[in-house]
Nanobody, 116 residues
Framework: QVRLVESGGGLVQPGGSLRLSCAAS????????MAWYRQAPGKERELVASISSAGSWTNYVDSMKGRFTISRDNAKNMVYLQMNSLKPEDTAVYYC?????????WGQGTQVTVSS
């Protein structure tokens, strides 16, 4: 079955960096685009960034452009989110996402807290 496992979250000071990882299994990873979403307390889940199946195309929400970088390693079935210049408003649970044949799959999420 499809499984997505996020890791790499934690507590970081404003201006700091974190690299999130998502390990994917149960499907042909190299055939599907992947995405990162996040959900802050009391807010709806929102798209952060997405990447095409081969990694040749990426898309970012405007507020993350220039600070976040999504990437993938199809040999390892991994997708990453490098987050730099973190702000308190980036505090959220970050989720890995894939859509396969009309069905959406989520990981369990990893908490990112940006605070001094």
């Amino acid at each position: 079955q499809v499984r997505l496992v996020e890791s790499g979250g934690g507590l970081v000071q404003p201006g700091g960096s974190l690299r999130l990882s998502c390990a994917a299994s149960g499907f042909t990873f190299s055939s599907y685009g992947m995405a990162w979403y996040r959900q802050a307390p009391g807010k709806e889940r929102e798209l952060v960034a997405s990447i095409s199946s081969a990694g040749s195309w990426t898309n970012y929400v405007d507020s993350m452009k220039g600070r976040f970088t999504i990437s993938r390693d199809n040999a390892k079935n991994m997708v990453y989110l490098q987050m730099n210049s973190l702000k308190p408003e980036d505090t959220a649970v970050y989720y890995c996402n894939v859509k396969i044949l009309g069905r959406t799959y989520w990981g369990q999420g990893t908490q990112v807290t940006v605070s001094s």
